[in-house]
């Protein structure tokens, strides 16, 4: 239901935006968040948004350089990453709450698309 696409290779210091598409049901009301798994790492929070888009979270080593945000007329979700750092390497999942309000917790999550990989040289 969910399809990520945007990731890439990129280096240090650059940006790249990925994108979420929501194809078989809408989740317009629903939270979304951007997780991610780098190799030999368990899955982290990265960032999340809430249903209308007014409430924003992240985890701090992505504050000040990453974006994310919501088209709900498009059913897609956007995370904008500036200022890459190889330590961002890993894939990127994307995922709808069944919660309106934004949450880090990935249990809340029961829709999860596949992962877009993204890789950052240095």
């Known amino acids: 239901q969910l399809q990520a696409s945007g990731g890439g290779l990129v280096q240090a210091g650059g940006s790249l935006r990925i994108s979420c598409a929501a194809s078989t049901r809408r989740f317009s009301n629903n939270a979304m968040g951007w997780f991610r798994q780098a190799p030999g790492k368990e899955r982290e929070f990265v960032a999340t948004i809430s249903w209308n888009g007014g409430i924003t979270d992240y985890v701090d080593s992505v504050k000040g350089r990453f974006t994310i945000s919501r088209d709900n007329v498009r059913n897609t979700l956007y995370l904008q990453m500036n200022s890459l750092k190889p330590e961002d390497t890993a894939d990127y999942y994307c995922?709808?709450?069944?919660?309106?309000?934004?949450?880090?917790?990935?249990?809340?999550?029961?829709?999860w698309g596949q992962g877009t990989l993204v890789t950052v040289s240095s």
């Open positions: 995922a709808a709450s069944r919660v309106a309000y934004a949450t880090r917790l990935q249990y809340q999550y029961p829709y």
